[in-house]
């Protein structure tokens, strides 16, 4: 039972407990839900004016087959162009060995690998059963264990899905413990339409731990319907302590035309640090990012 109505910050106020990270996915989550072309080089510029925010983990490009998304054929140039450093990663998805050696090639050491919780969306997404997708990252993810490379996994639908509707917490918890199985660091559970409500996140967090350490979670919301935020409360409140969002809340929400996708990062950290908790992570400087890319895409961004 989770009681809402002594809302202190959290539950123990331990240094690991006051410090949260934030997981940056405009770059690629964002940027491949936006209609607007951007070219190798703003993205560069982008992900190099987030990397200068004290963001350290952002979600860079992805080397899926060009053919399929793109927007994001541009992986190796990216890659290349932007200026690592130090403490920050720099994570990249990738959907099978031959994305994974292509993410090697280009001197990437962090990945992400994604499934669904529903069979139709993973079809839909990836063309593969929820089975074969993890059959698929099973090389992946111990080749990245043998190379020292960080993994994370994500699961897409964990709180509804446009075709399937209402998803059974079963399938949220046996996909993610098949992904925990894998050999995956973290796992980045995420409400792809926007339709989690804060007792469901506390019930899917809840459960997620009895299969997983807390630590290894993570949250990933999407503000569709004006809920991301409680959801992340609720989150933090189950002790989960890491939360995605992008930039400007860059992004919009693929099944619903016109509205709100990824939770924005400046809302979450508005949140956060007013909540007491620490980020590591400087405001103004993400804004200064958003406004560099709402700029290239000539569109307002949120926040
Ligand atoms: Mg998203």
């Known amino acids: 039972m989770n009681d809402f109505e002594d809302a202190v910050p959290l539950p123990e106020e331990t240094d690991t407990l006051r410090r949260v990270k934030v997981c940056e996915v405009g770059p690629r989550d964002g940027l ?13 510029r982008y992900i190099d004016l987030l990397s200068r925010s004290g963001l350290a983990l952002i979600e860079t490009t992805s080397f899926v087959r060009p053919s399929a998304i793109p927007q994001l054929s541009d992986a190796e140039a990216v890659m290349a162009g932007i200026e690592r450093r130090p403490g920050v990663t720099y994570l990249c998805l990738v959907p099978n060995e031959r994305g994974y050696r292509r993410a090697r090639e280009a001197h990437v050491d962090a990945i992400a690998v994604f499934t669904s919780a529903t069979e ?49 917490l079963e399938a949220v918890v046996r996909v993610a413990s098949a992904l925990a199985d894998l050999g995956v660091d973290e796992i980045s559970i995420g409400d792809t339409i926007g339709v989690a409500v804060p007792e469901q996140v506390s019930e899917v967090a809840q459960a997620l731990q009895q299969v997983m350490p807390v630590e290894r979670l993570a949250m990933h919301f999407h503000d569709t319907r004006g809920t991301a935020l409680a959801n992340v409360r609720a989150a933090l409140h189950e002790k989960v302590m890491t939360f995605d969002s992008s930039s400007g809340g ?3 929400c693929p099944y619903a035309p016109g509205a709100t996708g990824n939770l924005a990062t400046e809302a979450l950290l508005d949140m956060l640090h007013g909540m007491g908790l620490e980020t590591g992570v400087d405001l103004a400087a993400v804004r200064a990012a958003s406004d560099f890319i709402g700029g290239v895409l000539r569109r307002e961004l949120s926040a």
């Open 32 to 44: 491949q839900n936006e209609a607007g072309v951007v070219t190798a080089a703003d993205k560069i």
């Open 120 to 168: 139709t969306f993973a079809k839909r997404n990836i063309n593969m059963s929820i089975e074969e997708s993890l059959d698929a990252f099973r090389d992946v993810v111990q080749s990245a264990r043998r190379d020292g490379v960080w993994v994370r996994g994500y699961l897409s639908m964990a709180f509804g899905c446009p075709y399937e509707g209402a998803v059974p």
């Open 250 to 252: 860059l992004g919009g």
